[in-house]
């Protein structure tokens, strides 16, 4: 699996909140027509009040590279482009091991 996690920066408030709902179309298009998406998420940041927060979720490198080539990140890229963006910062990162936080207990756990 692949998680990008990030952020972006905008010129305002306003500009922002914009931004995260003019963006919620092609959120939702990559969720629905992209294989291997399995989050795709641009939200305000509660603290931050000029930051979208940025998690997607990838099943692997194919469905991301497909998503690179897709008119929905051309979209979506283009969009936030014009909406007042001021910087952004975007990790990707593999995951070689996943679990669930909880156990059986509904104790917090660090274990795989």
């Not at 092609?26 to 294989?35: G, N, S, V, Y």
């Not at 991301?64 to 051309?74: I, P, T």
């Not at 990707?92 to 660090?110: E, G, I, N, Q, S």
Request: hydrophobic share 40%; net charge negative; with cysteine.
């Amino acid at each position: 699996m692949i998680v990008i996690a990030g952020v972006i920066d905008f010129d305002s408030r306003d500009s922002r909140d914009a931004a995260a709902a003019g963006s919620a179309p092609f959120q939702k298009a990559t969720r629905d027509d992209e294989p291997g998406c399995r989050a795709y998420c641009f939200a305000p940041d509660p603290v931050v009040d000029t930051r979208i927060q940025v998690y997607e979720l990838w099943d692997d490198a194919p469905t991301l590279a497909a998503h690179f080539l897709h008119e929905n990140y051309f979209n979506m890229r283009d969009f936030l482009r014009g909406s007042g963006m001021t910087g952004a910062d975007n990790r990707k990162y593999r995951v070689d091991a996943d679990a669930p936080v909880y156990d059986d207990d509904h104790v917090a756990t660090v274990e795989f």
